[in-house]
């Protein structure tokens, strides 16, 4: 093809090549992945979607990429699925400083999507990027799926696919691990010389290029190593960080893992999770005492079932009550036990439930015999804010036993009040989010 070199295609070439075989793909991609920011081929890599793309300098000093790398990064990317409903918030969240987005490496995709929305729209440079349309990272091209939403009026809030999410997530990941090994071999190379048989892969020309490990392939499976374990304890505690980011997500097994996810009623940890999951699982518009429940919640209570009960049931004070936190078990309430009582109407091919589920209580978990559930139906056409059902804490839980002993069988045998004596007296109570928009809630 035309650009080639010596078994090598230049980075304009590969810019045209990246395009051209992911023309049909589902996550859109960019013109400029390898040569618009933040792709920096004297860095001796660039990023395509979860993937790390060495570049060699050629004859000439002029920078190519072995055509096969190019063309592994998009047969895979071409098999990513996505659906452009299900959504993550990437920001910007309370308390997160504005950051600077113009170097070249490494990704930190959230640090530059939050750096260019926010960065004032008459700044030179601003123009500069409208002009370049640099608008891709790891080679897709997030403008096209960025999705922005505004909430009452004025606060905006920003969002992406879950599918294109993961991708990023592993793409920065991928980075990390490229760059630690880079700095590595140049440790061990000061010590010891070059080494003799180096550990490399053959390119296109037959140059051999170091070759990056799978996004998860250095990272360890979590096997309950933390399990009993307090979040107050743990989070204080200054590796802790840098421990559960060795870890891959406990839930999807597929990205590494960013964060500590933790029961807030009870205030033990259950797992390391990605950005993703720990989003997926959290209960839309949590307020004090009331949740939108998202569609999401269907994913979780039907298809992954099994998988979502055994990780709630990490935390100790959830398996000996045999029950899920407040909001959970709200929203379990409201998507399985109330699901006969939800209106429908016409749709192509059938009938559609209607409106959107929404979730109050009084009281609390801690005062089971006060604590009442209300599901209602938002935006019904049969008539707005219709209530469904009230139902008491107490019955609530009971349901959730049956349930789950008929869904999950083998978490309901490993819950109930005889399988762990160390219980606390005293439980924690729910910590609530009066203003929805911290993340590190559920």
Same mark, same amino acid.
């Given at each position: 093809?035309?650009?080639?070199?010596?078994?090598?295609?230049?980075?304009?070439?590969?810019?045209?090549?990246?395009?051209?075989?992911? +023309?049909?793909?589902?996550?859109?991609?960019?013109?400029?992945?390898?040569?618009?920011?933040?792709?920096?081929?004297?860095?001796?890599?660039?990023?395509?979607? !979860?993937?790390?793309?060495?570049?060699?300098?050629?004859?000439?000093?002029?920078?190519?990429?072995?055509?096969?790398?190019?063309? %592994?990064?998009?047969?895979?990317?071409?098999?990513? !699925?996505?659906?452009?409903?299900?959504?993550?918030?990437?920001?910007?969240?309370?308390?997160?400083? %504005?950051?600077? =987005?113009?170097?070249?490496?490494?990704?930190?995709?959230?640090?530059?999507?939050?750096?260019?929305?926010?960065?004032? &729209?008459?700044?030179? *440079?601003? +123009?500069?990027?409208?002009?370049?349309?640099?608008?891709?990272?790891? !080679?897709?091209?997030?403008?096209?799926?960025?999705?922005?939403?505004? *909430?009452?009026?004025?606060?905006?809030?920003?969002?992406?696919?879950?599918?294109?999410? %993961?991708?990023?997530?592993?793409?920065?990941?991928?980075?990390?691990?490229?760059?630690?090994?880079?700095?590595?071999?140049?440790?061990?190379?000061?010590?010891?010389?070059?080494?003799?048989?180096?550990?490399?892969?053959?390119?296109?020309? &037959?140059? *051999?290029?170091?070759?990056?490990?799978?996004?998860?392939?250095?990272?360890?499976?979590?096997?309950?190593?933390?399990? !009993?374990?307090?979040?107050?304890?743990?989070?204080?505690?200054?590796?802790?960080?840098?421990?559960? +980011?060795?870890?891959?997500?406990?839930?999807?097994?597929?990205?590494?893992?960013?964060?500590?996810?933790? =029961?807030?009623?009870?205030?033990?940890?259950?797992?390391?999770? =990605?950005?993703?999951?720990?989003?997926?699982?959290?209960?839309?518009?949590?307020?004090?005492?009331?949740?939108?429940?998202?569609?999401?919640?269907?994913?979780?209570? $039907?298809?992954?079932?099994?998988?979502?009960?055994?990780?709630? $049931?990490?935390?100790? &004070?959830?398996?000996?009550?045999?029950?899920?936190?407040?909001?959970?078990?709200?929203?379990?309430?409201?998507?399985?036990?109330?699901?006969?009582? %939800?209106?429908?109407?016409?749709?192509?091919?059938?009938?559609?439930?209607?409106?959107?589920?929404?979730?109050?209580?009084?009281?609390?978990?801690?005062?089971?015999?006060? =604590?009442?559930?209300?599901?209602?139906?938002?935006?019904?056409?049969?008539?707005?804010?219709?209530?469904?059902?009230?139902?008491?804490?107490?019955?609530?839980?009971? *349901?959730?036993?049956?349930?789950?002993?008929?869904?999950?069988?083998?978490?309901?045998?490993?819950?109930?009040?005889?399988?762990?004596?160390?219980?606390?007296?005293?439980?924690?109570?729910?910590?609530?989010?009066?203003?929805?928009?911290?993340?590190?809630?559920?």
């Amino acid at each position: 093809m035309p650009g080639r070199t010596d078994g090598l295609i230049t980075l304009g070439a590969a810019d045209a090549l990246w395009v051209d075989l992911t +023309a049909d793909s589902a996550v859109p991609t960019a013109a400029g992945a390898f040569t618009s920011c933040p792709a920096h081929a004297p860095a001796g890599y660039v990023l395509l979607g !979860g993937h790390v793309v060495a570049t060699v300098r050629a004859s000439g000093g002029q920078w190519g990429v072995a055509e096969a790398a190019v063309c %592994r990064a998009a047969a895979e990317l071409n098999t990513v !699925g996505m659906d452009r409903q299900d959504l993550v918030r990437i920001g910007p969240f309370r308390g997160a400083p %504005r950051q600077e =987005c113009d170097e070249e490496t490494p990704l930190r995709w959230r640090r530059r999507i939050t750096g260019e929305l926010q960065e004032p &729209g008459g700044s030179g *440079r601003a +123009a500069r990027r409208e002009a370049a349309r640099s608008y891709h990272l790891a !080679g897709i091209d997030w403008r096209q799926m960025l999705v922005e939403q505004t *909430r009452d009026g004025t606060q905006r809030t920003w969002w992406l696919p879950r599918a294109v999410v %993961r991708l990023l997530d592993a793409a920065e990941h991928a980075e990390a691990q490229w760059v630690q090994a880079a700095r590595t071999r140049q440790a061990e190379a000061a010590v010891t010389g070059p080494p003799s048989h180096p550990r490399q892969a053959p390119d296109a020309g &037959g140059r *051999r290029t170091t070759s990056p490990e799978g996004p998860t392939a250095s990272l360890r499976p979590y096997n309950g190593e933390l399990e !009993g374990q307090l979040y107050s304890v743990l989070s204080r505690k200054p590796a802790t960080s840098r421990r559960v +980011a060795g870890w891959a997500c406990a839930v999807c097994r597929t990205a590494p893992a960013t964060v500590l996810d933790h =029961c807030h009623e009870h205030g033990y940890v259950r797992a390391p999770v =990605c950005q993703s999951c720990n989003t997926q699982e959290r209960p839309d518009h949590l307020y004090s005492n009331d949740i939108r429940v998202a569609n999401r919640y269907t994913r979780l209570f $039907h298809t992954d079932t099994g998988h979502w009960l055994r990780h709630w $049931h990490r935390c100790p &004070g959830c398996r000996a009550r045999t029950t899920l936190p407040l909001p959970h078990l709200a929203a379990w309430t409201a998507r399985i036990a109330c699901r006969s009582l %939800r209106p429908t109407h016409p749709a192509p091919g059938g009938r559609k439930p209607c409106g959107v589920l929404r979730v109050s209580w009084t009281g609390s978990q801690n005062a089971p015999r006060s =604590c009442l559930l209300t599901v209602t139906v938002d935006f019904c056409p049969s008539g707005e804010h219709r209530v469904l059902a009230q139902v008491p804490y107490r019955e609530a839980t009971e *349901r959730f036993r049956i349930w789950l002993a008929e869904t999950a069988p083998a978490v309901a045998a490993a819950a109930g009040p005889d399988r762990l004596d160390d219980l606390p007296a005293q439980i924690r109570p729910v910590i609530a989010d009066t203003s929805g928009e911290d993340t590190a809630l559920f």
